[in-house]
Nanobody, 124 residues
Framework: QVQLVESGGGSVQAGGSLRLSCAASGRTLSAYVMGWFRQAPGKEREFVAGINRSGDRIYYANSVKGRFTISRDNAQNTVYLQMNSLKPEDTAVYYC?????????????????WGQGTQVTVSS
């Protein structure tokens, strides 16, 4: 079992950047496909980005493609989400999650382990 802790959230103006980190403990991160999801008030949790175990396959939601970059450092047991050109509609609680499945990364149900979330607020 793996425990996940996100950090790096905060408040920024539109056009700004933030870098989220997700630190894993309890089991090596390399055993999992990792994903980032977000949930805005009154909305369902949505997929943002996913990365396979070795880091050579990455998938993004269309809404963040070209602005966000997911990466992982298995030696440091950490996954990152670099967020650039932030927009007010990116405001949400961001969660990292770990999955043992190799397909259907966009589905939250495929992820068994979740962090507590970190708030990102983008003002116009």
């Amino acid at each position: 079992q793996v425990q996940l802790v996100e950090s790096g959230g905060g408040s920024v103006q539109a056009g700004g950047s933030l870098r989220l980190s997700c630190a894993a403990s309890g089991r090596t991160l390399s055993a999992y496909v990792m994903g980032w999801f977000r949930q805005a008030p009154g909305k369902e949790r949505e997929f943002v980005a996913g990365i396979n175990r070795s880091g050579d396959r990455i998938y993004y939601a269309n809404s963040v493609k070209g602005r966000f970059t997911i990466s992982r450092d298995n030696a440091q047991n950490t996954v990152y989400l670099q967020m650039n050109s932030l927009k007010p509609e990116d405001t949400a609680v961001y969660y990292c999650a770990a999955s043992t499945f190799s397909t259907d990364w966009t589905r939250a149900a495929r992820y068994a382990y979740w962090g507590q979330g970190t708030q990102v607020t983008v003002s116009s």
